[in-house]
Nanobody, 116 residues
């Protein structure tokens, strides 16, 4: 199983980025997908999650209203659209795939820096 994130980079405050995470080696549509981030010197935090089918999409309070998670099962890809970025959004962003009883997979991360 493999998850590969892309789309990170340097952006000015107020700008936007869209992260992508392409999955391979497992049945993507069966897994709930999540985005997490870890800022320097801080613990990893859950940013957003989207279920495999049905259910609710969840966001952390710090990104609610600014970030949108979505998935395209035909492309084995989960996205994180990030708008109105703030310097405190600077972090390494990771995607994960989870299915109860079947385990969890993680990507290698993509760096996002929000700075003027």
């Amino acid at each position: 199983a493999q998850l590969v994130e892309s789309g990170g980079g340097l952006v000015q405050p107020g700008g936007s980025l869209r992260l992508s995470c392409v999955a391979s080696g497992f049945t993507f549509s069966w897994y709930a997908m999540s985005w997490h981030r870890q800022a320097p010197g801080k613990e990893r935090e859950l940013v957003a999650s989207i279920p495999s089918a049905g259910g609710s999409i969840d966001y952390s309070n710090s990104v609610k209203g600014r970030f949108t998670i979505s998935r395209d099962n035909a492309k084995n890809t989960v996205y994180l659209q990030m708008n109105s970025l703030k310097p405190e959004d600077t972090a390494v962003y990771y995607c994960s795939a989870k299915r109860v009883w079947f385990g969890e997979y993680w990507g290698q991360g993509t760096h996002v820096t929000v700075s003027s």
